[in-house]
């Protein structure tokens, strides 16, 4: 049988293609727990031997680990503060609250976000602080944090996935990195059902499991926040929570009014004329048959 010729043809090993990965254009948080755990010890350690001293530092660490795995949209986020930056500003806004017998201290929580956000860029794209920053009014975060500790507080928590929203949705929405504007799109409904996951999970490994929600919801964050897009219309902040917050503020106010002790303001004053009235006070009070008798007075 005649052998069958077969030409050899050279395919070129393209090495590029080979390795290419399907690029990804969600967001998501790709830190891994025990990583994460790592530096956390570290943070604390260094926190405890230093005095708290280099707490700045051990913070630095901490958030440098987070922005660096998150990714926005496919866009990986790169954290440039700088531990001593951070010391110096913490110091500043320390001194200033003494100074101002404590009222600076109601700004720190605007600087220090401000401070955060400055420092953070895409990692493909130019560090510039002035194309980061963040444009929270403190008025707007003091009402923020009233809302949320109420809700909470008369709620009894049930409504803490509600007040994580509000607020993710409010940071999001005033944050800019490399003047891309941030939304948040997360629904209190799926956080919810998160939350029961995490808790049943928590139970039945004794709570070992717990030590995972932080970053887990830090994780969903990340993964219902996206770059905005330029026709994109911003989601308006439901007011479901706000009402059922009213509406257990106003149960928990009858709740209130309902267990003081009810005053008899029926009082017929003419009954005192009903009596012989003597000119003794201790006759006058020790009445029994008198609306206003009072046997404490008369022993």
């Known amino acids: 049988m005649e052998e069958k010729e077969f030409d050899e043809v050279e395919v070129p090993f393209d090495e590029v293609a080979s390795i290419q990965k399907e690029v990804r254009t969600d967001s998501y948080f790709d ?8 530096y956390k010890l570290l943070a604390f350690l260094i926190t405890v031997v230093t005095a708290t001293i280099a707490k700045p530092w051990a913070d630095k660490l901490i958030l440098e680990y987070k922005y660096n795995h998150t990714i926005y949209n496919g866009k990986r986020l790169k954290f440039e503060g ?35 956000v400055s420092n953070i860029h895409f990692e493909n794209e130019e560090f510039n602080k002035e194309e980061s920053f963040f444009d929270g009014k403190l008025i707007q975060l003091i009402g923020l944090n009233i809302l949320s500790y109420l809700l909470a507080a008369f709620s009894l928590g049930l409504l803490i996935p509600f007040i994580v929203c509000i607020r993710q949705k409010w940071l999001a929405k005033h944050t800019i990195i490399n003047r891309k504007r941030i939304v948040f799109t997360g629904k209190a409904i ?35 926040t996206h770059i905005k897009l330029k026709e994109e219309q911003e989601e308006k902040i ?25 005053i008899d303001w029926d009082w017929d004053i003419s009954n005192i004329f009903k009596h012989n009235v003597s000119t003794d006070p201790i006759d006058f009070w020790c009445n029994p048959k008198a609306n206003y008798y009072d046997p404490r007075l008369c022993e």
């Open 31 to 38: 830190g891994k727990f025990l990583e994460y755990i790592g």
């Open 82 to 116: 700088k531990g001593a930056d951070l010391f110096v500003q913490r110091f500043k806004w320390i001194l200033l609250s003494i100074i101002t017998l404590g009222i600076y201290s109601f700004w720190v929580p605007i600087k220090n976000k401000k401070w955060l």
């Open 190 to 224: 799926s956080l919810i059902g998160h939350y029961l996951l995490w808790w049943f999970l928590s139970i039945i490994t004794l709570g070992i499991y717990a030590l995972w929600v932080p970053i887990k919801i830090y994780a969903w964050e990340v993964k219902n």
């Open 238 to 262: 439901s007011i479901l929570p706000i009402i059922i917050g009213v509406i257990l503020l106003v149960a928990f106010i009858i709740g209130i009014a309902s267990t003081v002790p009810k």
